[in-house]
């Protein structure tokens, strides 16, 4: 549909309208999605109502602690780390936690690439060499046809998820606590 040089060219009008009339299903796939909270205010809120109505919600996030975030916060040598962008959707998902319809994962394989699904939309940023996301294009797509560029995209982001692993699973007990609980 469109086309932008930057992400941050992209109205931020259009990620309102994106998420506020997807109806089943909206996938946040981006390596931090930490502008997401800084754009959209109370979105925690929305997202809650829209998961409440039935929509499925998914963010796909890296981790935090691995070692492609490290390297990747070595290239962008921002004082704004990848690390802590991560730390923050953290924290701001924390409270959509036990929200029924709302999941979260880490997933580092999609660090070159955000994929924003809200039911046949999508925004797509493929990341360039050495610059932060919102210096990236962004292609605005909309699904018309089976196995088309939208589908490729989609699977993309589905395939990712599968790997996931699930950012709210407990921690393992260390053997000392289990030891000591008994």
């Known amino acids: 549909m469109t086309v932008y040089p930057y992400r941050s060219a992209c109205p931020k009008s259009i990620w309102r309208n994106l998420i506020t009339s997807a109806r089943n299903e909206i996938v946040f796939a981006g390596y931090t999605n930490y502008f997401l909270w800084l754009e959209h205010p109370n979105l925690a809120k929305v997202l809650k109502r829209k998961a409440e109505q039935g929509c499925k ?7 935090p602690d691995s070692e492609v975030t490290r390297r990747r916060e070595e290239v962008e040598n921002v004082p704004l780390t990848v690390s802590t962008r991560i730390r ?4 701001e ?14 997933g580092d394989e999609h660090i070159a690439m955000s994929v924003f ?29 089976d196995d088309g560029l939208f589908d490729r995209f989609g699977y993309h982001a589905s ?9 709210w699973a407990e921690e393992p007990r260390r053997p000392a606590e289990s030891a000591s609980s008994g």
């Open 159 to 167: 395939e990712l998820w599968s790997n996931g692993r699930d950012v």
């Open 57 to 63: 919600i998914r963010f796909l996030i890296g981790d």
């Open 88 to 91: 923050i959707t953290l924290s």
């Open 117 to 145: 699904r809200f039911d046949s939309e999508m925004l797509v940023t493929p990341h360039l060499a050495k610059l932060v996301g919102h210096d990236s294009p962004m292609m605005h797509l909309r699904r018309y046809q």
């Open 93 to 106: 998902i924390e409270q959509v936690r036990n929200v029924p319809g709302i999941e979260a994962r880490f």
